[in-house]
């Protein structure tokens, strides 16, 4: 269970989970709100009594996919006793998640090709989501003893992003962990610079 799920009733998160499975499988406006309601076996009215409309269950559906992946990396990471291990604890979690996760690559990317109007709920979860990768690599690169730490933790996020797309799109299971290999040598190239 997520934070974004801790505080739903057990009928918001069923209306959620189907939700999200349903956008991620289908796109968000492949999806009505009469099919989230038939498949999850309540009234459009719940539907809209839990969540308002569709752009804020769309949110939900963004916020707690987010919340899952971020609880992810933390977990990973902190379980990383390597400064390098820790920097690169994402791939390890992308290639995790893998075909049960990210079969439609990232549903982020995919959900920002859907919501052209910037002021959409979900948008900001989107920015909120590369954002927080983009921390993260940023982050764990501190104790990491690099030279250029902003520069590398952008292309780690380019790196970690171009592997999902290469998972995805075609079908290659080791995108990732070619990914992960990438940005070990760009880490140990960076921190030779720094040394030179």
């Given at each position: 269970m997520t934070d974004t799920t801790a505080s739903l009733t057990a009928g918001a998160r069923r209306i959620l989970e189907?939700?999200?499975?349903?956008?991620?499988?289908?796109?968000?406006?492949?999806?009505g709100v009469d099919t989230i309601a038939a498949a999850s076996g309540v009234t459009k009215r719940t539907l809209y009594d839990r969540f308002g409309s569709k752009d804020e269950l769309v949110a939900c559906y963004l916020r707690a996919r987010h919340d899952r992946w971020r609880a992810d990396v933390v977990a990973a990471a902190e379980q990383a006793t390597?400064?390098?291990?820790?920097?690169?604890?994402p791939f390890d979690v992308l290639e995790a998640w893998g075909p049960s996760r990210s079969v439609r690559g990232c549903a982020f990317?995919?959900?920002y090709a859907e919501l052209d109007d910037a002021g959409h709920a979900g948008r900001a979860v989107i920015d909120e989501?590369?954002?927080?990768?983009?921390?993260?690599?940023?982050?764990?690169l501190?104790?990491?003893?690099?030279a250029d730490r902003a520069g590398l933790a952008v292309q780690l996020l380019v790196l970690h992003e171009g592997a999902m797309v290469a998972h995805a799109v075609d079908r290659e299971p080791s995108a990732p962990?070619?990914?992960?290999?990438?940005?070990?040598?760009?880490?140990?190239?960076?921190?030779?610079t720094r040394a030179s």
């Open positions: 189907t939700a999200s499975a349903l956008f991620y499988d289908h796109g968000i406006r492949g999806v390597d400064p390098t291990e820790r920097v690169l604890a990317v995919n959900a989501n590369k954002g927080w990768l983009r921390e993260f690599f940023d982050g764990a501190a104790t990491a003893d690099v962990r070619r990914a992960r290999d990438a940005a070990r040598v760009l880490i140990d190239a960076d921190r030779g």
